[in-house]
């Protein structure tokens, strides 16, 4: 059934596009476009429930900092009943803040900086052994592993556990954009064996604590807010959390950026010949080829937003990918540029109290793992005749084929 | 001319701009959010470039350069 047959819409025109569907790739960059364009607002009847898209990035970034109307109690515009719990993300201010102070310190640049040379490392290996391969998936063979080897190394926990990790983050994303219930179900399947690891390993740190400025294990067992101790439930869902929010990212950015790679060789010889341009590279990247298209946030109450009448418990679509490609914040917002004067304004990190509390340290493994790439493997192509196809909910090329001589 | 450079810390959310582009004139807490290395801002024209760069890099609006010392305020 059709939601905007129940739902009030007020002045906004009603559009029905399915974002959680899979489609070619690049696809649904062209579709949101055209939705930004039609209205500042449009009500989206694709789901169950129906959700308020607002997609320009004057409006985007003020609704983002709206925090006493728009909650995070959830934080899928897909759905308003998401079980799937996330730390911090599902907080609000205060509470949010408090537990982000725990967390930040590290999340700080100086703190990234620490990772660093592992990062080289791992780069380094995984490139050396991928080399003579001549022909690989770049999502299944490279950039899943490596952001999930740093991830353990974040928490203080054993590498070679990267491999057992990998079906359960995938299981998990198949039920945050579920269409049907048997990927619900394998969401929930996945949750229970990571939480399962998460539990054993924070046990384990318990009998052994380490210095709870550098391990951030130990850190969340000794933190407390308020006067109380953080229980283990809830250490669980922040490195549940952590997990989910760094690894299909950190992929996702890759898969995007090596395609783009691939395809200008022009280009990628630039960078090449200056590595110093990586960091450039990067944020237009995040900018052009926004992942995480929405932050969803929950109206608390009946209210208007931008024309629409909201009911308390209906969702609102902040566009990050169509903010990002806003013509009226960013000239020519399809064109890849990486000397543009705003760089970094772009929402690809979200903003506000809840921007992404990893993005420097997606920016250090991201430059590392281009720059490490480009230094052995200079030269490569797209495998002819690849048929590219892009998720839908948070996009990702499904897979990117390369190959090289 | 005099300008000051004005941080707004409670729009601050830590995105690290700032003192990447303006390393001189701010710094970063153990969180990753500004501080200031100097009290008060006060800009001499050879900071001033400096200074716009590091509001033109804030994403959240959070540094700005204040032109009007009529109005002047202590930073906090």
């Known amino acids: 059934m059709r939601s905007a ?8 025109p009603v559009a029905h596009t399915d974002y959680r569907l899979d489609r070619p790739a690049f696809e649904t960059y062209a579709l949101l476009n055209a939705e930004r364009e039609l209205a500042p607002a449009v009500w989206n009847d694709s789901t169950e429930h129906g959700f308020l898209m607002v997609s320009r990035y004057d409006d985007v970034t003020r609704l983002l900092r709206e925090h006493d109307t728009l909650v995070n109690d959830c934080v899928n515009a897909f759905d308003p ?5 996330l730390l911090p993300n599902s907080l609000n201010p205060p509470a949010h803040n408090k537990l982000r102070r725990v967390l930040n310190p590290f999340f700080s640049p100086a703190a990234v900086k620490r990772l660093e040379s592992l990062a080289h490392e791992r780069a380094e290996s995984l490139v050396a052994e991928l080399a003579p391969r001549k022909q690989i998936d770049l999502g299944a063979d490279f950039a899943m592993i490596y952001p999930t080897e740093l991830f353990l190394a974040l928490l203080g926990l054993p590498v070679e556990d990267g491999q057992m990790f990998l079906p359960w983050v995938e299981g998990i994303f198949g039920g945050f954009f579920a269409s049907t219930p048997e990927e619900l179900a394998a969401a929930e399947s996945a949750v229970q064996n990571i939480m399962g690891y998460f539990s054993d390993a924070v046990a384990e740190r318990e009998k052994n604590l380490l210095d709870p400025e550098t391990d951030l294990v130990s850190r969340l067992l000794e933190a407390t807010i308020d006067g109380e101790h953080l229980t283990k439930d809830e250490i669980n869902t922040i490195c549940l959390t952590l997990m989910t929010a760094g690894l299909d990212t950190t992929r996702s950015s890759l898969g995007y950026m090596f395609h783009h790679l691939a395809s200008r060789p022009d280009e ?4 090449v010949a200056d590595p110093e341009l990586w960091p450039k590279f990067i944020e237009e990247s995040v900018r052009l080829y926004s992942l995480i298209i929405m932050d969803g946030r929950q109206v608390t109450a009946d209210v208007d937003v931008m024309g629409c009448p909201m009911k308390k418990g209906d969702m609102v679509w902040l566009g990050l990918a169509q903010a990002n490609r806003d013509p009226r914040k960013f000239p020519d917002p399809d064109a890849f540029d990486m000397e543009r004067d705003n760089l970094n304004h772009h ?11 990893g993005m420097h340290l997606a920016r250090a493994e991201l430059v590392i793992a281009l720059e490490t790439w480009h230094r052995m493997i200079p030269d490569y192509r797209l495998a002819e005749g690849a048929e590219l196809t892009e998720r839908g909910g948070q996009l990702r090329l499904q897979s990117l084929p390369l190959e090289w001589d | 001319m005099s300008a000051r450079l004005v941080v707004d810390f409670n729009r601050c959310t830590g995105h690290g701009r700032c003192y990447t582009v303006s390393p001189d004139l701010l710094d970063e807490d153990e969180e990753g959010f500004v501080t200031v290395r100097h009290q008060p801002l006060a800009l001499s024209d050879d900071r001033l470039a400096e200074a716009e760069d590091a509001a033109a890099a804030c994403p959240e609006g959070a540094v700005r350069i204040d032109r009007n010392l009529l109005n002047h305020v202590e930073a906090p």
């Open chain 1, 5 to 12: 047959e129940q739902h009030e819409v007020g002045t906004c």
């Open chain 1, 81 to 85: 009943n998401m079980t799937i719990p």
């Open chain 1, 268 to 271: 990628r010889k630039r960078l």
């Open chain 1, 347 to 357: 929402l690809g990190f979200g903003a506000g109290v809840h921007r992404c509390i």
